[in-house]
């Protein structure tokens, strides 16, 4: 038999577990592994396998596996010192063996079987699940072959491919120092680049877009009227919208009506009275040509002669004339007081900006107090982020900082400043306090920064230290 052949026939016979057997020669090029079928997929045998305990008694186990025994009659025994025989043809192999017991007490699994045990016990498990028995000389290998001295070298034929295919020593060596030395570079660059920019760059937390928003809410009670649906700017004390109210209304009606009604009878009082007084000539000339010296001077002094005279028409023409301008004067001032009401009612707009949403509905019926509206002010948005406390020396205004806006396609890069630093909780846990850092994006109009900021939305932004300026001492 060729050394070819006898190799293939050894490694045909060996069996047994990674651990106990040589997987391969220190010799390059061979790779010889053993590896057997997991223990959970192989079938159980009903056939008898013998356990000796150390106190002489024997225990017959009719079913078990190459995993382990799972015959009850193992509940209960001391298996210290056991011993597990092999009937081969009516000569028992036995060799000592460690049993674990699983917890549900179904299965003593074998535990530290050596190569050669294993091979035993496998020949004879292959042999019951085929129905062939087992020759002598298939016993005699199993137990004898040793498996621990097989020799594993290389053929002069092996080495001569091997050495064929190898590269020039000198080559070999230039393209390895390449190797090693591309990849301390860029293993050298990666950390350099990730520790420069732990240093260089701060990274606020819970950075979100930020705008200058104001909830609009209803004045009074009634119902909405929107009188600016359209999107868009609008100026400062805009009618946005105003609420209705029916009581309010008719009120001010019937105040309206009243003042004009009230209006014409004091025209008329005035007219009647002028007309009347025009003829207080021709009334004194009749008086001094019926009536007494001194009852023309009663008359002069406008005191009645007699009922239904000139002066007692004039007396209660005039009366009646301060009576009407009394009453314009109280229905004037409960109109100016409705007037107020109504005008209370409206919405306008705070300042320079736009609706952002109606939260009411057209003809919806609002309490005081409810909101109606979010308006935004005419500024650009901002972002503001979270930092911790032990920070507070190390930010201040006037600071670069870079903004990734998030998008549907790539992420876009903004330059931005530091404009404020106040005190501040953390947003994320509000009873612990720190920094609230606002970011201004730079160059950006009112539109421009609500077309790529999206209100609320998360935002990365890292200030920039500038720590080469400042150690060079080039920051300002």
């Known amino acids: 038999m060729s050394r070819e052949q006898e190799k293939q026939n050894t490694v045909s016979t060996q069996g047994g577990s990674p651990g106990d057997d040589r997987c391969g020669s220190e010799q390059p090029g061979v790779q010889i592994a053993h590896e057997r079928p997991a223990p959970e997929t192989e079938p159980h045998v009903i056939a008898p396998l013998i356990v000796a305990l150390a106190n002489g008694q024997r225990v017959t186990v009719r079913k078990w596996s190459l995993a382990g025994l799972r015959d009850k009659a193992l509940a209960g025994a001391d298996l210290t010192g056991a011993r597990l025989c092999i009937p081969f043809q009516g000569i028992d192999v036995a060799f000592p063996v460690r049993l674990s017991p699983s917890t549900d007490g179904t299965l003593w699994a074998f535990d530290g079987l050596t190569g050669r045990q294993r091979e035993a016990l496998g020949l004879f498990y292959r042999n019951l699940l085929t129905g062939k028995m087992a020759a002598t000389d298939e016993v005699i290998t199993a137990l004898d072959t040793p498996v621990d001295l097989i020799p594993m070298g290389e053929t002069e034929e ?188 409206r919405i ?33 948005r901002v972002v503001r982020g979270w930092m911790d406390d032990r920070m507070a020396g190390s930010i201040r205004p006037g600071m670069e900082a870079t903004i990734t806006v998030p998008g549907t396609g790539e992420a876009q890069v903004l330059a931005g400043r530091v404009t404020d630093v106040e005190a501040g909780a953390n947003p994320a846990a509000p009873d612990r306090f720190g920094i609230i850092v606002t970011v201004s994006a730079s160059g950006l109009s009112v539109e421009e920064s609500r077309n790529l900021m999206r209100f609320n939305a998360p935002i990365e932004v890292v200030v920039q230290r500038n720590l080469m300026n400042r150690w060079l001492g080039l920051d300002d």
């Open 348 to 380: 306008l707009a705070p300042t320079e900006g736009l609706v952002t949403e109606w939260i009411a509905a057209p003809r919806q019926y609002m309490r005081a107090g409810d909101i109606v509206a979010t308006f935004e002010t005419d500024a650009p």
């Open 158 to 345: 092996e080495k001569a491919a091997g050495l064929a295919k190898a590269k020039p020593k000198l080559l070999r060596i230039v393209l390895n120092v390449l190797w090693y030395v591309g990849l301390a570079v860029l293993l050298v660059g990666f950390l350099g680049n990730f520790v420069w920019s732990k240093m260089e760059g701060m990274t606020l937390s819970h950075a979100r877009v930020y705008a200058d928003r104001i909830e609009l809410r209803a004045p009074g009670e009634g119902y909405l009227e929107i009188e600016t649906a359209e999107p868009g700017t609008v100026a400062e004390g805009r009618l946005l919208a105003h609420l209705i109210a029916p009581e309010t209304d008719l009120a001010l009606d019937d105040a309206e009506r009243r003042v004009a009604l009230l209006q014409e009878r004091i025209a008329e009082g005035r007219v009647r009275l002028d007309l009347h007084l025009s003829m207080r000539d021709e009334v004194r000339a009749s008086v001094m040509r019926l009536y007494s010296e001194t009852a023309l001077v009663r008359f002069d002094a406008g005191i009645p002669l007699r009922p239904g005279d000139y002066n007692d028409q004039r007396s209660r023409l005039e009366q009646e004339l301060r009576g009407f301008e009394a009453d314009l004067d109280r229905a004037t001032t409960d109109l100016w007081r409705l007037q107020q009401a109504r005008r209370s009612l």
